[in-house]
């Protein structure tokens, strides 16, 4: 179901979605995706090239925005919403990573509103891990 509309306002915010991030996730996404960087599985290597301990993936973290995304747009961003992101920061097992977003821009487009949405994911300290932009036609 989702939550935007052709009436949704510029400057509304998307319900957040937070993810507790654990080595166990970060492991099972590696085994998906077929990644096996060290520096996402062994605290020691990912130290010894600067990190704090091992990195979840950056898709991983993209995961949990995309998620919020479908949650909004329901079936509408799957059927054509684009999305474009930077990854400013590392995501650690532990972390409590939340997903957010607001309405920047809303046109006409069709019989629907083109809406763009500034979007970002924070850890529990604060950290900005994640930037970028989404955008989908609604009804």
Known sequence: ??????????????????????????NAYGQVNGDRNLIHYDGDY??????R??????????????????????????????VRVKFTAPVYPG???TA?????????HGDGQFLT???WCDTQDGRRVLVGEASAVVA
């Open 1 to 26: 179901m989702a939550i935007a509309t052709r009436d949704t306002a510029i400057g509304s915010t998307l319900p957040s979605l937070s993810k507790h991030v654990t080595q166990a996730m970060i």
């Open 100 to 108: 957010g977003g607001q309405v920047t821009a809303s046109r006409p």
């Open 95 to 97: 972390d409590v990573v």
């Open 53 to 82: 301990d091992a990195i979840a993936h950056g898709l991983l973290t993209f995961a949990f925005v995309s998620e919020m995304l479908a949650r909004y747009f329901g079936p509408r961003w799957t059927q054509g919403g684009k």
């Open 117 to 119: 949405v500034e979007v």
């Open 46 to 51: 990912a130290r010894a090239r600067g990190f």
